[in-house]
T-cell receptor, first 112, second 109 residues
Framework: NAGVTQTPKFQVLKTGQSMTLQCAQD?????MSWYRQDPGMGLRLIHY???????DQGEVPNGYNVSRSTTEDFPLRLLSAAPSQTSVYFC???????????FGNGTRLTVT | DAKTTQPNSMESNEEEPVHLPCNHS???????IHWYRQLPSQGPEYVIH???SNVNNRMASLAIAEDRKSSTLILHRATLRDAAVYYC??????????FGTGTRLQVFP
């Protein structure tokens, strides 16, 4: 089982560039979410989805867009990268909100 | 959204039991209590969860207070590999899973 796969593992962007962080899961999980983790800090929820076609905002949604066209994929788009978005991004999935989350290995993003 | 409160850090010696506390005084009747841990440079991993009764698995035990306003993650014999940040979170019906800053556990040989 691949579990939750995030690509790329590392990315460097210049201020103002856009990019998409990819997240895919092969466990048929309805629930998927994106977190960011700044150095020495806890995880903060960016966006989440409870099924295909349904997304909602988390704690820190500004500057990020998401869509959920399939059960398997939940991409995170940075519209215009800023240095404040330098962070490690984790994608997670589970069957339902009460079930244990499965996390990907993260994407380390640096914005210069 | 219900919040949790955990100590910033705790220390233990190897092979000793560790009790990691979590306060969640605003927990609702349908909130589950989940624990995750994050090893250095890795994503979080699930440890254990419960609703009302105490729970055991191969990794740890979860003791839930009778009023459910607090819980304790118990590592029966700490090892160096247990050094990590431990997060206690509540999973509500809104599916908005909020992590706090967690407890950093140091284990000394």
């Amino acid at each position: 089982n691949a579990g939750v796969t995030q690509t790329p593992k590392f990315q460097v962007l210049k201020t103002g560039q856009s990019m998409t962080l990819q997240c895919a899961q092969d466990m048929n999980h309805e629930y998927m979410s994106w977190y960011r983790q700044d150095p020495g800090m806890g995880l903060r929820l960016i966006h989440y989805s409870v099924g295909a076609g349904i997304t909602d905002q988390g704690e820190v949604p500004n500057g990020y867009n998401v869509s959920r066209s399939t059960t398997e994929d939940f991409p995170l788009r940075l519209l215009s990268a800023a240095p404040s978005q330098t962070s490690v991004y984790f994608c997670a999935s589970s069957y339902i909100g009460f079930s244990p989350l499965h996390f990907g290995n993260g994407t380390r993003l640096t914005v210069t | 959204d219900a919040k949790t409160t955990q100590p910033n850090s705790m220390e233990s010696n190897e092979e000793e039991p560790v009790h990691l506390p979590c306060n969640h005084s605003t927990i609702s009747g349908t909130d589950y209590i989940h624990w995750y841990r994050q090893l250095p440079s890795q994503g979080p991993e699930y440890v254990i969860h419960g609703l009302t009764s105490n729970v055991n698995n191969r990794m740890a035990s979860l003791a839930i207070a009778e009023d459910r306003k607090s819980s304790t993650l118990i590592l029966h014999r700490a090892t160096l590999r247990d050094a990590a940040v431990y997060y206690c979170i509540l999973t509500s019906a809104t599916d908005k899973l909020i992590f706090g800053t967690g407890t950093r556990l140091q284990v000394f040989p």
